[in-house]
Nanobody, 124 residues
Framework: QVHLVESGGGLVQAGGSLQLSCAVS????????IGWFRQAPGKDREFVVA????????YYADSVKGRFAISRDNAKNTVYLQMNSLKDEDTAVYLC?????????????????WGQGTQVTVFS
Protein backbone atom coordinates (compact mmCIF):
# COMPACT_ATOMS: atom_id res chain seq x y z
CA GLN A 1 0.00 0.00 0.00
CA VAL A 2 1.32 3.43 -0.94
CA HIS A 3 1.76 5.79 2.01
CA LEU A 4 1.93 9.58 1.68
CA VAL A 5 2.89 12.15 4.29
CA GLU A 6 2.58 15.88 3.67
CA SER A 7 4.52 18.56 5.50
CA GLY A 8 5.45 22.20 5.17
CA GLY A 9 2.15 23.94 5.72
CA GLY A 10 1.82 26.99 7.90
CA LEU A 11 0.77 30.60 8.24
CA VAL A 12 2.04 33.01 5.60
CA GLN A 13 1.31 36.57 4.62
CA ALA A 14 -0.28 37.22 1.25
CA GLY A 15 2.41 37.50 -1.41
CA GLY A 16 4.66 35.12 0.45
CA SER A 17 5.84 31.61 -0.33
CA LEU A 18 5.68 28.12 1.12
CA GLN A 19 7.02 24.78 0.01
CA LEU A 20 5.01 21.68 0.73
CA SER A 21 6.49 18.19 0.69
CA CYS A 22 4.85 14.85 0.03
CA ALA A 23 6.95 11.87 1.10
CA VAL A 24 5.91 8.73 -0.75
CA SER A 25 6.62 5.20 0.46
CA UNK A 26 5.51 1.67 -0.32
CA UNK A 27 5.20 0.14 -3.80
CA UNK A 28 5.99 3.29 -5.76
CA UNK A 29 6.34 1.20 -8.93
CA UNK A 30 2.53 1.01 -8.91
CA UNK A 31 2.06 4.79 -9.03
CA UNK A 32 0.87 6.39 -12.26
CA UNK A 33 0.44 9.95 -11.00
CA ILE A 34 0.80 12.12 -7.91
CA GLY A 35 -1.69 14.90 -7.45
CA TRP A 36 -1.97 17.84 -5.10
CA PHE A 37 -5.46 18.85 -4.11
CA ARG A 38 -6.79 21.36 -1.63
CA GLN A 39 -9.94 21.73 0.38
CA ALA A 40 -11.18 24.87 2.05
CA PRO A 41 -13.88 24.78 4.74
CA GLY A 42 -17.30 24.26 3.22
CA LYS A 43 -15.91 23.73 -0.27
CA ASP A 44 -15.31 20.72 -2.48
CA ARG A 45 -11.86 19.23 -2.87
CA GLU A 46 -10.11 21.13 -5.65
CA PHE A 47 -7.45 19.94 -8.05
CA VAL A 48 -4.20 21.93 -7.88
CA VAL A 49 -1.56 20.10 -9.91
CA ALA A 50 -0.62 16.59 -11.01
CA UNK A 51 2.61 14.95 -12.17
CA UNK A 52 3.07 11.69 -14.02
CA UNK A 53 5.27 9.40 -11.93
CA UNK A 54 7.35 8.08 -14.84
CA UNK A 55 7.34 10.84 -17.43
CA UNK A 56 7.12 13.79 -15.02
CA UNK A 57 4.68 15.57 -17.27
CA UNK A 58 2.54 18.02 -15.32
CA TYR A 59 -0.80 19.79 -15.40
CA TYR A 60 -1.74 22.84 -13.34
CA ALA A 61 -5.08 24.28 -12.42
CA ASP A 62 -5.57 27.72 -13.95
CA SER A 63 -5.90 29.24 -10.50
CA VAL A 64 -2.30 28.37 -9.61
CA LYS A 65 -0.58 28.40 -12.99
CA GLY A 66 2.46 30.64 -12.93
CA ARG A 67 2.51 30.77 -9.13
CA PHE A 68 2.89 27.14 -8.05
CA ALA A 69 5.46 24.62 -9.22
CA ILE A 70 5.62 20.87 -8.67
CA SER A 71 8.92 18.99 -8.57
CA ARG A 72 10.29 15.62 -7.55
CA ASP A 73 13.33 14.24 -5.81
CA ASN A 74 13.47 10.70 -7.14
CA ALA A 75 16.14 9.62 -4.67
CA LYS A 76 13.94 10.64 -1.75
CA ASN A 77 10.61 9.65 -3.31
CA THR A 78 9.38 13.08 -2.41
CA VAL A 79 7.19 15.44 -4.39
CA TYR A 80 7.34 19.16 -3.65
CA LEU A 81 4.85 21.93 -4.21
CA GLN A 82 6.48 25.35 -4.32
CA MET A 83 3.81 27.99 -3.77
CA ASN A 84 4.67 31.61 -4.56
CA SER A 85 2.66 34.83 -4.61
CA LEU A 86 0.16 33.29 -2.22
CA LYS A 87 -3.31 34.76 -1.99
CA ASP A 88 -6.01 34.64 0.65
CA GLU A 89 -7.98 32.26 -1.52
CA ASP A 90 -5.14 29.73 -1.42
CA THR A 91 -6.01 29.05 2.22
CA ALA A 92 -6.95 25.37 2.52
CA VAL A 93 -5.83 21.96 3.64
CA TYR A 94 -3.46 20.67 0.98
CA LEU A 95 -3.40 16.96 0.30
CA CYS A 96 -1.23 14.84 -1.92
CA UNK A 97 -2.58 11.69 -3.49
CA UNK A 98 -1.29 8.75 -5.50
CA UNK A 99 -3.19 7.23 -8.36
CA UNK A 100 -2.33 3.78 -9.68
CA UNK A 101 -4.64 3.63 -12.66
CA UNK A 102 -3.28 4.89 -16.01
CA UNK A 103 -6.13 7.39 -16.22
CA UNK A 104 -5.42 8.96 -12.80
CA UNK A 105 -4.99 12.65 -13.49
CA UNK A 106 -7.25 15.59 -12.71
CA UNK A 107 -10.08 14.19 -10.61
CA UNK A 108 -9.87 13.27 -6.94
CA UNK A 109 -11.93 10.16 -7.63
CA UNK A 110 -9.09 8.84 -9.80
CA UNK A 111 -6.66 8.64 -6.89
CA UNK A 112 -6.34 5.65 -4.58
CA UNK A 113 -4.15 6.80 -1.71
CA TRP A 114 -4.19 10.05 0.24
CA GLY A 115 -2.06 11.75 2.80
CA GLN A 116 -3.46 13.35 5.92
CA GLY A 117 -3.11 16.90 4.59
CA THR A 118 -1.29 19.99 5.74
CA GLN A 119 -2.93 23.32 6.55
CA VAL A 120 -1.95 26.43 4.60
CA THR A 121 -3.33 29.71 5.88
CA VAL A 122 -2.70 32.95 3.99
CA PHE A 123 -3.45 36.23 5.72
CA SER A 124 -3.52 39.81 4.48
Amino acid sequence: QVHLVESGGGLVQAGGSLQLSCAVSGPTFSIAAIGWFRQAPGKDREFVVAVRWTSSSTYYADSVKGRFAISRDNAKNTVYLQMNSLKDEDTAVYLCAAGTAPWAWLSATQYDYWGQGTQVTVFS
